[in-house]
């Protein structure tokens, strides 16, 4: 996957542009309400999301597998630390954090890493603190589209398998956690692709235990 996404970068760039989603804009609500100091953002890209928490006053944690995006992350958010690392083993990251944040992460794995990926956050952060999801939703126009590799998996770019999550399906990977909201958001962006907007399911959960 990492190969995958360093071509992109290199030949790309900032992908998404410079403004964060409106899901990240969302999350810092909360984060702010629950009295974040250090958030963890796997799969932290170039930092167009990590720079507007790291700017609203929060120590900032990345960890990203390409290359290329954390080469471009230290000039357009220098104030966020980021590991070019997988997050499907944070376990050298120091202590845990009192947030995180995922951006379009979850569903880039198969069913075996999700539910791997999703225990490595939870192991990452403290209990009772919130971690905000977002994913692509059955309701995605490349839905069904491509080599199907898992039940809602599409291989719609080729080395880049999606999974596409209904509600149920979402709640059911965060069976047993408590959900402080959950829904669907429409994230509009311009790129290679031209104007056009995604439909992502969110959720937000914490560890009660």
Known sequence: MNEYW???YQSEGKIWGE???????QALEIFQKAKTQKLLVPGSGY?????????SGMSVTGVEISFEACRLAMNFDPETRVYNRSVLDMSFLPGKFDALYSFNVLHLFREADRRRFIQQCISRVKNTDPMFFTVFSEK????GKGMKVEENTFESKPG???HYFSE??????FKGLEIIEAGLAEDRENHG?????HILRYICVKNSR
């Open 140 to 143: 995605e126009e490349s839905f």
């Open 160 to 162: 880049r398998p999606v």
């Open 6 to 8: 360093d071509k992109r």
């Open 47 to 55: 930092g167009r999301n990590t720079r507007l928490f790291s700017t």
């Open 193 to 197: 692709e031209g104007p056009h907007t």
């Open 168 to 173: 149920v399906d979402l709640k059911e990977h």
């Open 19 to 25: 403004e964060p989603s409106q899901t990240a804009r």
